[in-house]
């Protein structure tokens, strides 16, 4: 019988009435004939109050540990989902990560997914299990450790077990009803899509979409697995929600697909360093081995053998980046005069694969930002996206200013 994924994030599993609500929808599709893989996270807000239970315990924690306490949300709506279908008279049971086994790298709470064997499960769908319910978010480590996946990790072990059981689609039932144009909450002229590629989805999730992992959307992209994203909360009818997918499946599509933005960017500048070989090897290194994750660099011109650079990162790794610089120096890797912070900075991006084709989207989006008296501070583009880092009071209207300006309120 064909396989279809189906996951439930937190909200969607929040109470045990809501588990049911779910479990119906499963119920839908194993009468539709499939043999279903359910992959559930924990209820909602239940990882958030493990964390800090861990922390509390011991700040400087065991990372297995760790993902021995984290893991077990997962273990709990595992269980619960397998009842409630079983009271539904559908034949299913639970799994956790190790007893798949989903075998991970042991890179604890952050660790990857390298393999899961479809035997086991297969073999109760051959005894006429109709459902697998699969604790989300875990695996098991070379060593036998029990690891996690990194926040947000369900929607990855979702896309991988639809690759290793080749589902028919994997389906992301969440809180929202689809990938938006932009968040709703910030222009209200946002638009649902109903087609996204996965470039394009992949750009925006790590632009601070929430809707997917990052990394579920890169391993979707790897083996072509079709991926929506639907309520658990409204009626779905077969088109429902948004199909994340190849581009080739996409008839037509808008040049900018949606905008993005992240509210916790900080602007950093080492004010004159030496312009010599080597010497952004040895201020990136410094940062990246002090654990700073450098999102845009711009080398400024040079001028009597000085130079300028500046880098974005995360606004809570601006501290750490002052040290890591601050040993550099110290160590005389590195000379400068000074290194100046600016911590009230955004993130806005415009994405789409249609600039591929198009010309002309940068200057739109800078002519857009300069109607609107907004500065940018420092300019990034790839191959689909373009991303300006503007002060945080202007974000919003940056948002709303280039989606009417790219028209995304309407389809293409
Ligand atoms: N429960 C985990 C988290 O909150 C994993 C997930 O929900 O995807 O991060
Ligand atoms: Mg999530």
Redesign the pocket.
């Known amino acids: 019988m064909p396989v279809l994924v189906m996951k439930f994030?937190?909200t969607s599993v929040a109470t045990p009435d809501r588990i049911r609500r779910a479990a119906k929808r499963v119920g839908v599709e194993v009468s539709k004939g499939y043999d279903v893989i359910v992959i559930v996270?924990?209820m909602?807000g239940?990882?958030?109050e493990l964390v800090g239970w861990v922390n509390e315990t011991s700040p400087l924690y065991d990372a297995r540990e760790y993902d021995a306490v984290?893991s077990s949300?997962?273990n709990v709506t595992a269980g619960l989902m397998a009842l409630t279908l079983q009271e539904m008279d559908v034949p299913a049971r639970s799994w956790q990560g190790w007893q798949v086994p989903v075998r991970t790298t042991s890179a604890h709470s952050s660790a990857r997914i390298e393999e899961i064997p479809t035997d086991n499960i297969n073999s109760k769908f051959a005894e006429g299990m109709r459902v697998a319910v699969v604790a989300?978010?875990q695996g098991v480590s070379p060593e036998g450790r029990i690891t996690?996946?990194?926040?947000?990790?369900?929607?990855?072990?979702a896309v991988a077990f639809a690759a290793s059981f080749g589902a028919e689609r994997c389906d992301i039932y969440t809180d929202v009803d689809g990938v938006y144009t932009t968040d709703p909450r910030v222009s209200s002229k946002a638009r649902k899509l109903d087609r996204i590629a996965f470039e394009e989805m992949l750009e925006l999730a790590s632009l601070g979409a929430r809707v997917l992992?990052t990394r579920s959307v890169e391993l979707a992209m790897r083996y072509k697995v079709k991926l929506r994203v639907l309520s658990s909360f409204e009626e779905q009818s077969d088109d429902a929600g948004t199909l994340v997918c190849d581009e080739e499946e996409i008839m037509e599509s808008n040049v900018v697909a949606g905008v993005a933005f992240s509210r916790d960017e900080a602007k950093m500048t080492l004010v004159s360093v030496a312009d010599r070989p080597g010497i952004a090897a040895s201020i990136f290194t410094a940062l990246s081995d002090g654990g700073v994750n450098v999102d845009m660099i711009v080398q400024n011109i040079a001028e009597e053998g000085r130079t300028d650079m500046t880098w974005s990162c995360p606004t809570d790794q601006v501290m750490r980046a002052q040290k890591a610089v601050e040993a550099a120096k110290a160590d005389a890797v590195i000379n400068y005069q000074d290194v100046i912070a600016d911590t009230d900075v955004a993130k806005v991006s415009v994405v789409g694969i249609g600039m591929r084709s198009h010309t002309g989207v940068a200057a739109k989006m800078f002519q857009v930002l300069s109607a609107e008296g907004i500065n940018i501070k420092v300019i990034t583009t790839s191959e689909i996206k373009i991303s300006v880092l503007i002060d945080r009071k202007y974000m919003e209207l940056a948002v709303q200013a280039l989606h009417d300006a790219f028209e995304l309120d309407k389809a293409a």
Do not use: M, P
């Not at 996690?148 to 072990?157: N, Q």
């Open positions: 994030g937190g996270s924990a909602s239940k990882t958030n984290v949300g997962e989300g978010f996690t996946l990194g926040r947000g990790g369900s929607d990855t072990t992992q």
